[in-house]
């Protein structure tokens, strides 16, 4: 039987005006390493809720090799997939990293919610609501699943719900609930292994809904509501935000690359081939003209010199029944646990495989509501090249600093009684921040 994963704790940062992050990205499609450097943001900044910027220093990106759906099937080549990218943004920035803050994609991602209530004595006090969410925490463990968040959503007091911070309150009895996000403990130590086994220590590890939306939200839409989608090579992860909390995530292991292996088999062409097809001319929705268009198709096994010729609208009918059952599935996961995209709130669509002509439009007709494309937002010094939606998720855990105070984790993580992710490495970061002017 698979025993849980501990993640490693969060390391304290030293009292200096500047630090180095690095984060990594491992996708099906690509692996992606950024090192930026952590500064204190400008008094402006402050006023308006902001407490850091962050300035790329050195971006490395190389085609994912050894993973499919976020989870490791070849060690090796997985290995140096990271290893490639981590030297080449070393090589960038000018630095050697030691650390890096990961993303999971895969391994079965999901969301759990518990309660637990405790008995006040004199109204509430710091030590109740770390009783309390003590009493949660303890409920969280499973075998095989690995906690990757522990996110406190709301407390109640006897019986009254919605409340944010019940300290100096009164009442009789306190309760609270709590998200946990986890994912599959023997996939996320098999990706943990890969990027160990290139020197690297792992910092902490984020899920990807969670990092994604961190990145490409807008503070109204984090607060009235909106799902986040991220549409990668190999899996599709969902993100739930409301009142500026994740609610919920989950994942389904289907993406890009199984559209671009529609196209290789439906035209009979190479993967390459397919996928250039798919990047320059694909389409989920129809248009009058693509009939008149003409595409050239190159064929397994020939010379290149004699391709077949298609019209669009057949690129296009291998596409939309792929693309239409992904949205379909993702529709129908978020209605099977509670949160319909037709709720309310908007709907973001990020990831490599968001930028594909017509997905928009196609996921306005399946899944209702109002939908944008999103692309990271609020970081400095990134090249043209990497504002794209398929860098969302590895902006997002540079973002991920400032949010990392909410989180709570029970003694057994490594910590002791009642700590909050708040005392170590990253829930730090803003209280530093603010005592270095």
């Not at 006023?47 to 090799?65: E, M």
């Amino acid at each position: 039987m698979t025993a849980s994963v501990h993640l490693p704790r969060i390391k304290p940062i030293s009292t200096r005006k500047s630090s180095i992050l690095c984060v990594l990205d491992v996708g099906a499609s690509k692996v992606v390493c950024l090192i930026a450097k952590l500064i204190p943001a400008e008094p402006s900044d402050l006023l308006r809720g902001r407490t850091h910027r962050t300035r790329i220093l050195g971006i490395g990106h190389q085609r994912s090799r050894g993973i499919k759906g976020g989870v490791v099937i070849d060690m090796d080549e997985a290995e140096a997939a990271v290893r490639n990218a981590v030297d080449a943004a070393e090589r960038m920035a000018k630095l050697q990293v030691e650390s890096v803050i990961v993303a999971n994609h895969g391994g079965r991602l999901g969301s759990a919610y518990f309660h637990a209530s405790v008995p006040l004595m004199n109204g509430v006090a710091e030590s109740d609501v770390h009783r309390v969410l003590e009493a949660t925490s303890v409920r969280t463990a499973r075998q095989g699943r690995a906690i990757l968040h522990s996110l406190p959503t709301g407390f109640t007091l006897d019986g009254a719900a919605g409340i944010r911070d019940p300290k100096g309150m009164m009442g009789q009895t306190l309760g609270a609930d709590l998200h946990v996000v986890s994912a599959d403990a023997a996939s996320l130590s098999n990706l943990l292994l890969a990027i160990e086994r290139c020197h690297l220590s792992i910092e902490t590890v984020v899920a990807t809904p969670y990092a994604s939306g961190l990145a490409v939200l807008v503070d109204d839409e984090a607060v009235l509501g909106a799902t986040v989608l991220d549409l990668g090579g190999g899996s599709v992860t969902m993100g739930v935000f409301r009142d500026g909390r994740l609610l919920h995530s989950d994942a389904v292991a289907v993406g890009g690359k199984h559209v671009t292996m529609d196209i290789a088999r439906g035209l009979n062409t190479r993967l390459a081939d397919a996928e250039r097809l798919k990047t320059l001319y694909g389409s989920a929705i129809s248009s009058p003209s693509d009939d008149r268009e003409t595409l050239a198709a190159p064929q397994v096994g020939d010379d290149g010199d004699s391709p077949i010729h298609i019209s669009k609208s057949q690129l296009t009918r291998i596409i939309r029944p792929r693309v239409e059952e992904i949205l379909e599935l993702a529709r129908d996961r978020l209605k099977a646990a509670g949160f319909p995209p037709t709720s309310g709130g908007r709907i973001v669509l990020t990831g490599g495989s968001s930028q594909l002509t017509g997905l928009p439009e196609a996921a306005r007709r399946i899944m209702g509501g109002q939908i944008r494309v999103g692309r990271p937002l609020g970081v400095q010094g990134m090249p043209e090249s990497a504002k794209s939606p398929g860098f969302s998720a590895a902006v997002g855990l540079l973002v991920y600093p400032q949010f990392s105070s909410v989180e709570y984790f029970e003694p057994s993580r490594g910590g002791a009684a009642g700590e909050r992710r708040s005392e170590g490495y990253f829930g730090r970061v803003g209280r530093w921040l603010k005592e270095s002017f």
